[in-house]
C-alpha cells in the first residue's frame, strides 16, 4: 500500500525528499535496530495505518524546535543522536541539537538501511 504524503506535506509545508517517502513505501517493521559504522541505531517504526500520523507528529515537534525543515527525524542514535535525513540531499546524519552540529554517516536511507 502506498502512502499519500499530500496532506502531511501541506501542514507542514514541506516538500519530502523521495528517500523519505520511500522508506514509508518500501518498508513494513515494528523496529529495526543495528548497528552501522559504529554507532548503534533505531530507525522509527513502519506500520501500515499507524506511521505517517506518529510521523507526522514527531516532525511537527521537530519544526517547532528548529523552526524549519532541512531535516527530517527518523530515528535515534543510542546516546540519545537524532538520525536525520537531510530533505534537499538525502544524506543520513546524526544530530546533536545541543552543539547544533552534524555528522553524516550515510550517503542514503536505502544504504543505510542495508548497512544495518
Request: net charge negative.
Amino acid at each position: 500500500m502506498d502512502n499519500n504524503f499530500e496532506d502531511v506535506e501541506k501542514e507542514l509545508n514541506v516538500q519530502l525528499h523521495p528517500d523519505i517517502k520511500a522508506y514509508f513505501n518500501s518498508y513494513w517493521f515494528l523496529e529495526l535496530a543495528g548497528t552501522y559504522n559504529g554507532y548503534d541505531l533505531v530507525l522509527n517504526s513502519v506500520v501500515p495505518g499507524i506511521e505517517l500520523q506518529d510521523f507526522k507528529q514527531e516532525t511537527k515537534l521537530y519544526k517547532a524546535a528548529h523552526h524549519q525543515l532541512v531535516n527530517i527525524p527518523i530515528g535515534i542514535e543510542s546516546n540519545g543522536l537524532l538520525l536525520v535525513v537531510d530533505n534537499e540531499s538525502g544524506e543520513v546524519k546524526l544530530e546533536d541539537y545541543e552543539r547544533k552540529s552534524f555528522e553524516r554517516i550515510s550517503e542514503n536511507l536505502s544504504g543505510l538501511i542495508r548497512g544495518l
